[in-house]
């Protein structure tokens, strides 16, 4: 399994982004995706996962309301849509697919894919 994140870039606050995480493989289908995000300095913290089926999601409360993770698994790919941005959200966004445990820590994913860099300015 590999997952690449693509999609980041440099908006301004207020905007809205798209990124996306493709994976390879034939099993997508079956296993539960995560973004977490990274800035600076900071630990990688939670954003939102979304079940195999997309039947149910998590949110982080700082992005809750603002982001949306979706999925095709047509294409092989989960999104998370970002509106409102804030120049806190400036951090390197990784995909990665959930293992098992607790949706919230890092620990309970694998196949980390590359990040992808998104910057807000204020």
């Known amino acids: 399994v590999q997952l690449q994140a693509s999609g980041g870039g440099l908006v301004q606050a207020g905007d809205s982004l798209r990124v996306s995480c493709a994976a390879s493989?034939?099993?997508?289908?079956?296993?539960?995706v995560g973004w977490f995000r990274q800035a600076p300095g900071k630990e990688r913290e939670f954003v939102a996962v979304?079940?195999?089926?997309?039947?149910?999601?998590y949110y982080a409360d700082s992005v809750k309301g603002r982001f949306t993770i979706s999925r095709d698994n047509a294409k092989n790919t989960v999104y998370l849509q970002m509106n409102s941005l804030k120049p806190e959200d400036t951090a390197v966004y990784y995909c990665a697919r959930y293992y098992s445990g607790n949706y919230y820590y890092t620990t309970s994913y694998k196949f980390w894919g590359q990040g992808t860099q998104v910057t807000v300015s204020s």
């Open positions: 493989g034939r099993t997508f289908s079956r296993y539960s």
């Open positions: 979304n079940n195999y089926s997309g039947g149910y999601t």
